[in-house]
């Protein structure tokens, strides 16, 4: 009895997907074939490699230490789950590196924390804007990142972006809401969020849905 429903079930799938191939527009057809329902690593990192995701910031940025930290957790885990690499450096190691000697640490160049952290690779984010605004006597909060990302080899050598800029402007938004629905912690812990995902997904394929024009 196996063997003889096994080619049935097969013939009803395959009518199925014939006709929902044929119910899509022009546009969604084309769409699927082409392969545009997901977006493709910008960069493959080495799986063998020991990674570091290694978080910076300016001096006018007010990110803190403990979401620096939160970043980078959130991208290992991510990467990790998302196979993209084996080994990564925990936060918790940059962190303490940081606290043991701040005075050094700001001294110390990409390559001189990746031998310390004993890293292959960095990918390295730069935050040039980390702003919480609160508004209106503290009625009203909003948040904007800016920031940039690079993979460089353990002596410093650029890996990717090749070209000369600073690295891929990754950026992050929340839109002005109520101090009540969102506090300031609140807007910090979602651009920290935004910031991990599309950090991320620069590193893996991942799907993105169909948008049609408006008629």
Not at 11 to 19: Q, S, Y
Not at 89 to 110: D, F, S
Not at 155 to 160: M, P, S, V
Not at 174 to 203: D, K, Y
């Amino acid at each position: 009895m196996r063997t003889n429903i096994q080619p049935i079930r097969a013939a009803l799938i395959a009518t199925m997907l014939i006709t929902s191939a044929f119910s899509l527009g022009g546009c969604e057809l084309a769409y699927l074939i082409a392969g545009n329902g997901s977006h493709a690593a910008l960069y493959k990192l080495p799986k063998k490699n020991r990674i570091l995701v290694l978080v910076d910031t300016s001096a006018s940025s007010q990110i803190s230490i403990h979401a620096m930290a939160t970043l980078m957790t959130l991208v290992n885990q991510t990467l990790y789950q998302r196979k993209c690499a084996n080994r990564f450096v925990p936060a918790y190691r940059i962190v303490a590196l940081q606290r043991r000697n701040p005075e050094k640490y700001h001294a110390m160049g990409i390559a001189d924390i990746a031998r310390a952290v004993h890293a292959n690779d960095v990918i390295y984010v730069y935050v040039k804007r980390f702003d919480v605004t609160i508004e209106s006597a503290g009625q009203l909060t909003k948040g904007n990142a800016d920031a940039q990302v690079k993979v460089v080899e353990a002596d410093g050598t650029r890996l990717w972006p090749k070209t000369g800029s600073p690295g891929l402007s990754v950026t992050a938004r929340v839109p002005t809401g109520t101090a009540v629905s969102q506090s300031s912690q609140t807007v910090q812990s979602e651009m920290v969020t935004i910031l991990a995902r599309r950090i991320s997904r620069i590193f893996y394929r991942y799907a993105v849905g169909y948008h049609p024009k408006a008629q």
